[in-house]
T-cell receptor
Framework: DTAVSQTPKYLVTQMGNDKSIKCEQN?????MYWYKQDSKKFLKIMFS???????INETVPNRFSPKSPDKAHLNLHINSLELGDSAVYFC???????????FGQGTRLTVV | AQSVTQLGSHVSVSEGALVLLRCNYS??????LFWYVQYPNQGLQLLLK??????LVKGINGFEAEFKKSETSFHLTKPSAHMSDAAEYFC??????????????FGKGTLLTVNP
């Protein structure tokens, strides 16, 4: 069983479109994250949710809107996609009792 | 505030040679420190972590790291490199950031290549 799963793994779309990336964790963790990895492999936190509440928002454009319907899911919706949004997006989860973060396999988003 | 500096964006070693990947951190609170590995087109996998206790930490695949508070360092080592160790390695630090959860801040990564 995959602990943190993201769909889709690859996403190619045109500028201006709206797209969503889904993330689910089956670890029973109460905190979930979205990270963005750029072309230089730099990993930067975007959002963090704890028990469905937004805890961290790292000055991400309003076009990015996370949604957490329950503790096991954290989806990322992106409006009006731009070329600069092309990156690999990683979902992660963590238990508040254990500082180890578990990462999904990533979603490679390409905006053309 | 917290930050991580990984010295050397690319390290190249011969198979069987010592691997040393350098990491220095900055944290306003006692840090938790991590090394993650990323193989091509894969997610991040935890190699090892330091939270409290013994400062020499052993991880998977023969890697270890030593937390040195006086030097604010957490360098990753492996006595003998294997071809399968070729990957991107990330050092990370965590500390509380609002509410009850931790925020992981990553270094820029070090690409390790292993030559036959």
């Amino acid at each position: 069983d995959t602990a943190v799963s993201q769909t889709p793994k690859y996403l190619v779309t045109q500028m201006g479109n709206d797209k969503s990336i889904k993330c689910e964790q089956n670890l029973g963790h109460d905190t979930m994250y979205w990270y963005k990895q750029d072309s230089k492999k730099f990993l930067k936190i975007m959002f963090s949710y704890n028990n469905k509440e937004l805890i961290i928002n790292e000055t991400v454009p309003n076009r990015f809107s996370p949604k957490s319907p329950d503790k096991a899911h954290l989806n990322l919706h992106i409006n009006s996609l731009e070329l600069g949004d092309s990156a690999v997006y990683f979902c992660a989860s963590m238990s508040s009792r254990n500082t180890e973060a578990f990462f999904g396999q990533g979603t490679r988003l390409t905006v053309v | 505030a917290q930050s991580v500096t990984q010295l050397g964006s690319h390290v190249s070693v011969s198979e069987g040679a010592l691997v040393l990947l350098r990491c220095n951190y900055s944290s306003s609170v006692p840090p938790y420190l991590f090394w993650y590995v990323q193989y091509p087109n894969q997610g991040l996998q935890l190699l090892l972590k330091y939270t409290t206790g013994a400062t020499l930490v052993k991880g998977i695949n023969g890697f270890e790291a030593e937390f040195k508070k006086s030097e604010t360092s957490f360098h990753l080592t492996k006595p003998s490199a294997h071809m399968s160790d070729a990957a991107e390695y990330f050092c990370a630090v965590s500390g509380r950031s609002g509410g009850s959860n931790y925020k992981l801040t990553f270094g820029k990564g070090t690409l390790l290549t292993v030559n036959p």
